[in-house]
C-alpha cells in the first residue's frame, strides 16, 4: 500500500524513516539535519563509522530517539541537468531502501521526496521515478506500507496527482 502524507518525517511512528543524505553521512542541511537533530547524536557517532555512501547506495542505522526503529540513509543524485544517469541513481535510491527494509523484516517506510531539495531534481520527475520505482517493488516483492512524506506543498500537490 502506497500512503501520501504532509509534513515532517521525524514524527513518523513506523518502522523506518528514510533520509537524504550526502554521500559524507555525517550530517547536512534540510531533511538531513532534521533527522540528525531529532534523533540524538548518538546517531552521528554510528553513522561515523559506516564509511560514507555512493549515490543510489543506502546504509542503515537505529533510530535512536525517534520513535522509528531505524533510519535508512541514501544518496540521491544532484540534478545536472538529466544527462548525467540522475534519473537511474534516483530509482536505485527508491530500490536500495526497499531491499535493506525487507533484509531488516521492517514493514512500514516512509520516504522524503530525495534530490528534490537542495539537489535539485525536478519534483514532478522524481515523483513520477519514485512512484513508478516502489510500485514496481511491491509487485515483484510483495507488499509493504510506503509513506511518501511531502513537506512542501507544491510537492504533495504533485504525489496527490499521481496517485489518485
Ligand atoms: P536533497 O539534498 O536530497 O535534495 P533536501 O533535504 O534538501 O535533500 O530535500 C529533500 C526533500 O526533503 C525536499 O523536498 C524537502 O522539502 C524535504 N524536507 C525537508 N525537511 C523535511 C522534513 N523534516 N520532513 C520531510 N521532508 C523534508
Redo the contacts with the bound molecule.
Keep these: 500500500m502506497i500512503h501520501i502524507l504532509y509534513g515532517?518525517?521525524?514524527k513518523f511512528e513506523g518502522d523506518v524513516i528514510v533520509n537524504?543524505a550526502?554521500r559524507s553521512l555525517l550530517g547536512g542541511?534540510?531533511?538531513?539535519g532534521?533527522i540528525h537533530y531529532a534523533a540524538g547524536p548518538q546517531l552521528l557517532e554510528e553513522c561515523k563509522t559506516l564509511g560514507g555512501c555512493d549515490p543510489g547506495d543506502a546504509k542503515i542505522t537505529k533510530g535512536y530517539n525517534l520513535k522509528a526503529k531505524y533510519i535508512i540513509h541514501t544518496v540521491?543524485p544532484i540534478w545536472r541537468g538529466g544527462k548525467s544517469g540522475e534519473e537511474d541513481i534516483l530509482e536505485s535510491c527508491y530500490r536500495r531502501c526497499l531491499e535493506l527494509a525487507r533484509q531488516y523484516g521492517l514493514q512500514s517506510i516512509a520516504f522524503?521526496?530525495?534530490?528534490?531539495?537542495?539537489?535539485g531534481?525536478p519534483q514532478d520527475k522524481a515523483a513520477k521515478i519514485a512512484i513508478d520505482t516502489v510500485k514496481k517493488d511491491l509487485q515483484k516483492n510483495g507488499e509493504l506500507e510506503v509513506y511518501f512524506?511531502c513537506?512542501?506543498p507544491n510537492?504533495y500537490q504533485i504525489y496527490s496527482d499521481l496517485l489518485t
Excluded: L
Excluded at 542541511?29 to 538531513?32: A, N, R, T, Y
Excluded at 522524503?112 to 539537489?119: D, K, L, M, V
Design positions: 515532517d518525517i521525524t537524504a550526502n542541511g534540510g531533511v538531513d532534521a540521491g522524503p521526496n530525495i534530490s528534490t531539495g537542495a539537489y531534481f512524506y513537506f512542501d510537492n
